[in-house]
């Protein structure tokens, strides 16, 4: 079994970066697919971007430009890159893991962009 640990959330300005990783350890298969999603207060999650095992990527459209994703395969760790953020961006990050057989998500991470 999979298990994911989220780092790096935190409080910034509006503008600033933040680095969020996504450490994962256990039965890692080949072939998967791990992704960052958020969920902000009232509002269902979203989708804020996707990289494969292969390093296939997708992203949501709002996003593209300011967040990018990113994967070590030796280290079994996802980054999401995040700059120019804005108040809107105030969420919980949650990290996912998927493959053939299972799905599986993080505790979450809180980003809190001050304005």
């Known amino acids: 079994q999979v298990q994911l640990v989220e780092s790096g959330g935190g409080l910034v300005q509006t503008g600033g970066s933040l680095r969020l990783s996504c450490a994962a350890s256990?039965?890692?298969?080949?072939?998967?697919?791990m992704g960052w999603y958020r969920q902000a207060p009232g509002k269902q999650r979203e989708l804020v971007a996707t990289?494969?095992?292969?390093?296939?990527?997708n992203y949501a459209d709002s996003l593209k430009g300011r967040f990018t994703i990113s994967r070590d395969n030796a280290k079994n760790t996802m980054y999401l890159q995040m700059h120019s953020l804005k108040p809107e961006d105030t969420a919980v990050y949650y990290c996912?893991?998927?493959?053939?057989?299972?799905?599986?998500w993080g505790q979450g991470t809180q980003v809190t962009v001050s304005s």
């Open positions: 996912k893991y998927s493959d053939d057989y299972y799905s599986l």
């Open positions: 256990g039965i890692i298969f080949s072939h998967n697919v």
């Open positions: 990289v494969t095992s292969g390093g296939s990527t």
